[in-house]
């Protein structure tokens, strides 16, 4: 049994440490980035976001600073979401494996898995939305738990059961009406699930 965890907001907290990091480039570019909206709606490609605050032709090398940042800014501050490690350590105590599977780059997702301690077997990066779907159907997770609606296209797109968690940008209802097959307010509430499933 596989089961694939979204990173951002679903297993870690990023929230101040990515704020620190669009902060960071604000400052060095004269560009106002309303952080606190930012970090509101953690889940999309970095490129994403940057999208709404700089031109075009300035994302490529804006996406090079902010990885530049990252490490030393963003990893150290860093927090694991309440029930992450008891979530991971369920699967394990059940005789699975763990992967997460992330739209953060593979490097970043690797260090802060790290950081965190975390139990997992498997790390992909630079996915998003549908496309995560191929990395869990290539290792076979029969579950994916996230905290976005892009994870439940992850799923979907894997023919995975869907896992909401409603600790990020999305709340449960709006998880639910978009599809999940089912809905935790958090991950402490996983170990539960998963030994009544």
């Known amino acids: 049994m596989m ?9 870690a907290d990023t929230r101040k440490g990515i704020g620190a990091v669009y902060a960071a480039l604000s400052a060095e570019t004269g560009v106002f980035i309303d952080v606190p909206l930012v970090t509101s709606r953690l889940g999309p490609p970095l490129q994403s976001e940057l999208a709404h ?13 902010f990885r ?10 860093t927090e ?41 077997d498997l790390v992909a990066g630079g996915l998003w ?8 159907r290539e290792h076979g997770a029969v579950t994916y738990v996230g905290d976005h ?27 639910t009406a978009y599809g999940a097959d089912h809905v935790l307010a958090d991950l402490t509430a996983f170990p539960a699930w998963l030994a009544g499933t």
Request: proline share 6%.
């Open 68 to 77: 530049e940042l990252y490490p030393d800014l963003a990893i150290p501050m």
């Open 149 to 175: 609606t892009g994870d439940v296209d992850a799923a979907r797109a894997a023919g995975a059961f869907s896992l909401g968690v409603a600790t990020g940008p999305i709340d449960a209802e709006a998880l």
């Open 53 to 65: 605050w700089y031109p075009a032709e300035h994302i490529p090398a804006m996406v090079l600073r």
């Open 3 to 11: 089961v694939g965890f979204d990173l951002d907001m679903t297993l």
């Open 80 to 120: 694991a979401m309440a029930g992450a490690l008891s979530a991971l350590e369920a699967v394990i105590a059940a005789g699975g494996r763990t992967m997460v599977v992330t739209a953060k780059n593979e490097r970043d997702a690797r260090a802060t898995v790290a950081f965190l301690g975390l139990p997992v």
């Open 129 to 136: 939305a549908a496309a995560k779907g191929v990395a869990l």
